[in-house]
C-alpha cells in the first residue's frame, strides 16, 4: 500500500499539496495522491544528511558494503510489487522491469564488493626522508574521502537502474556519501517502494537515519533547491539536456561552486563501412532495429544516427529495416512530455526540406503513443544543417549518406560530444576504421565494434559519459566502479603520526588494501 509521502531522514512525511502520476499505457492518472515536495523538506532532508556525513563517510568499507547488500536484498524482496507499481506508472514490460531491477540490485552488490577491495581509496604513501639534501622530506600520505551530502536526480527511462537505489545513489552511499534522492515524477510510487526497502536495510544496519531521503517534486523548486543548497557537495543527473543545463548553471553559479555531473542526451552515431555493408546489410539493419527500438527506443544510448555510404547497400539496409520496423509496433511512451517532445522532433524531421522519409507512423492517438520513424538525408545537408542533429528520444533514426569514404571521415570529425560512437565493419573495412578512431575518440565516451550501444554493461572498464552535451564532466561516468570517483576528493596527510592517521593510511595498512607505498604498488597480503 503506497502512503504517497516523502521519507525524509527516518519519517514519512507530507507536503502541501498532491500530484498523482499518469498511467502511460491509458494516459488516466493512477489513484494515489503524492506529497509535493518544498524547499523547507529539502532543507530537512540535508540537514540530516549533513549530519551524518562524518559518521558515514568514516565508517569502515564493510559496514557500507553490508548497507549496500542489505539494499539489494530489501529491493529484491519487493521484486513483484515494484514490477507492479513499475509497470503501471512506466507502461515498461513486467521483463523489462524485471531485468532492470536485477541490474539494479547487481550495482548495489557490485559497490559492495569494490569498496571492501579498497584500491578505489588511492592510498598513497611516501615515508619521511629526515637526512635528505638539501632538504629533509616529510611523510606525505593521500587517500580519497567522501564529498558530503550528494543530491541524486532520478531518470524517468529507467526508474529502477538509473533511479532511486540506481547507479548514482549506489556510487555515492558507496562512497561515504549521504544521499538526498528527488524522485521522478514519472514514477513515485516505484520510488517510495524502492525507499521502504532502503529504510528497511538502514534500520537492519543501524546506519543513521538522514543516510537517505527521497522527496517528490511536483514542482521545479525541489530540484533547484536541492543543487543550490549550501550543504549538498555534488550532484548526480540522468536526464535531459535543457533540464541538465538548467541545473548545471546553479550548481556552479553558487557562491560554492560544487560539481555536478549531468548524464543528458546523445545521438550514438553508428559507422556502417563500406565492405561490412556488401557482406551483411541485412544483418547489421535487423541488429539496429532491434537497438533501436528497446524501451521504445528511451534509451540514453539509442542509435538514432547511422553513417553509410549511398548504393545498393544502403537501400537494402533501409529496405530491411523499414520492413522489420514495420513489424514493431507504436507503443505508449514514458510521460505525455516524452512523447510529445518525440513527436515534436519527428514532425519536424518529417517536414524538413532536406530530408527524405522512408518510414514513419503513428499507430494510435493515444496521448503517450510512440511508433518508429526512419529519415534520410545527404552528409552535405546534415552538415548545413545543425537542426538535423537534434536528438530523438524514442524509436526513430536518421540515415546520412557519405558520396565517399572521405566524406564519412570528415564527418566524424564535426560530431559533437557523444555517450558513445559504433563502427560496424569487416576485416576488409580495417583501413578505413583506424581513420575514423581519432575523431571517435575525441566524442565519446564509449566506442563499439559490430555491437548496439544500448544496455550498458556495469563493470569495472565502463564508462557511460562523454563530452558535452552527452555529459556535464567529460571526465566521468555514471555507471561502472569508476563512477565513484565523482563523489570523492583527495587529502593528503603531512607528518601525521601513525594514531591519527585514517585507517586506510596507518603503517599496518589494517584495512588489508592495495597501496603505492614509495612508488611501489604493495598488493593486500
Ligand atoms: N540522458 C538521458 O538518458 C535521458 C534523456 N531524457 C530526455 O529528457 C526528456 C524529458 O524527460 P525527463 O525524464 O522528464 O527529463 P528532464 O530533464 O525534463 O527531467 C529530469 C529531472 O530533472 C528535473 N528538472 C528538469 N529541468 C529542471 C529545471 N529547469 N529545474 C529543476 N528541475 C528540473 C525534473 O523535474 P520535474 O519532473 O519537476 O520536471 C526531473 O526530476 C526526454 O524527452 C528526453 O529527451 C530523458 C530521460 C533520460
Ligand atoms: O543503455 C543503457 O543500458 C542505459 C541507458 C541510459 O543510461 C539512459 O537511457 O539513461
Redesign the pocket.
Known amino acids: 500500500m503506497l502512503n504517497g509521502q516523502h521519507y525524509i531522514a527516518g519519517e514519512w512525511l507530507n507536503g502541501p499539496d498532491v500530484f498523482q502520476a499518469d498511467n502511460p499505457s491509458t494516459g488516466e492518472k493512477l489513484p494515489t495522491k503524492f506529497q509535493h515536495g518544498t524547499e523547507e523538506l529539502v532543507d530537512q532532508a540535508v540537514q540530516a544528511a549533513n549530519a551524518c556525513a562524518e559518521e558515514f563517510a568514516a565508517m569502515l568499507p564493510a559496514k557500507r558494503a553490508a548497507f549496500l547488500r542489505a539494499i539489494a536484498d530489501e529491493i529484491d524482496a519487493r521484486g513483484d510489487e515494484i514490477t507492479e507499481i513499475g509497470n503501471l506508472e512506466s507502461a515498461l514490460p513486467a521483463a523489462r522491469l524485471t531485468g532492470e531491477r536485477g541490474r539494479t540490485v547487481g550495482q548495489l552488490r557490485f559497490f559492495a564488493d569494490w569498496i571492501e577491495e579498497g584500491s578505489w581509496f588511492e592510498a598513497r604513501i611516501e615515508t619521511a626522508q629526515p637526512d635528505r639534501q638539501p632538504l629533509p622530506k616529510p611523510d606525505i600520505r593521500v587517500m580519497h574521502k567522501a564529498l558530503g551530502p550528494v543530491g541524486v ?6 526508474p529502477l537502474a ?1 533511479s532511486t537505489a540506481g547507479g548514482d545513489t549506489a556510487s555515492a552511499l558507496a562512497a561515504g556519501c549521504p544521499v538526498v534522492f ?5 514514477h513515485p510510487g516505484t520510488s517510495e517502494v524502492v525507499a521502504k526497502a532502503i529504510e528497511a536495510a538502514i534500520k537492519k544496519n543501524g546506519m543513521p537515519k538522514g543516510v537517505f531521503s527521497l522527496i517528490h ?8 533547491a536541492l ?1 543550490a543548497h549550501p550543504l549538498i557537495k555534488a550532484v548526480g ?8 543545463r ?2 548545471f548553471d ?1 550548481a556552479v553559479s553558487r557562491p560554492e561552486p560544487i560539481p555536478f555531473y549531468g ?4 545521438n550514438n552515431p553508428v559507422f556502417l563501412m563500406p565492405k561490412a555493408m556488401g557482406a551483411k546489410a541485412v544483418e547489421i539493419a535487423k541488429g539496429w532495429v532491434g537497438s533501436l527500438t528497446m524501451g521504445v527506443g ?3 544510448t539509442n542509435p538514432g544516427l547511422l553513417i553509410a555510404l549511398k548504393g545498393a547497400d544502403l537501400d537494402a539496409f533501409v529496405e530491411t529495416a523499414a520492413a522489420e520496423l514495420g513489424q514493431v509496433g507504436g507503443a505508449a511512451m ?2 505525455d ?2 512523447s510529445s ?2 513527436h515534436h522532433v519527428t514532425d519536424a524531421m518529417a517536414g524538413h526540406a532536406k530530408v527524405t522519409c522512408a518510414l514513419k507512423r503513428r499507430d494510435s492517438d493515444g496521448p503517450f503513443e510512440g511508433s518508429p520513424a526512419i529519415f534520410r538525408t545527404t552528409a552535405a545537408d546534415w552538415q548545413a544543417n545543425p537542426e538535423l542533429a537534434e ?1 530523438m ?1 524514442g524509436p526513430a533514426g536518421i540515415i546520412v549518406e557519405c558520396d565517399t569514404p572521405e566524406e564519412m571521415v570528415a564527418l566524424s570529425a564535426t560530431l559533437i560530444g557523444q555517450l558513445t560512437a559504433t563502427v560496424h565493419m569487416v576485416d576488409a573495412d580495417a583501413e578505413l576504421a583506424g581513420k575514423l578512431r581519432p575523431a571517435l575518440e575525441k566524442c565519446a565516451g564509449r566506442i563499439l565494434i559490430n555491437g548496439w550501444p544500448t544496455g550498458v554493461e556495469v563493470c569495472h572498464s565502463m564508462v557511460h559519459g562523454g563530452p558535452y552535451p552527452a555529459s556535464t564532466d567529460s571526465r566521468a561516468t555514471s555507471v561502472g566502479s569508476l563512477a565513484i570517483k565523482r563523489f570523492i576528493r583527495p587529502v593528503s596527510y603531512q607528518a601525521f603520526p601513525d594514531a591519527l592517521l585514517p585507517e586506510a593510511l596507518k603503517d599496518a595498512n589494517p584495512l588489508n588494501i592495495p597501496r603505492l607505498v614509495n612508488g611501489k604498488w604493495q598488493m593486500p597480503k
Open positions: 536526480f532520478g531518470a524517468s527511462n529507467f538509473f528527488k524522485g521522478h515524477a514519472a517534486g511536483g514542482t521545479r523548486k525541489v530540484g533547484q543543487v543527473f540522468t536526464g535531459s539536456t535543457g533540464g541538465g538548467a541545473l546553479i548524464e543528458l542526451g546523445s528511451q534509451f540514453c514514458l510521460t512530455r516524452v517532445a518525440y536528438e528520444f
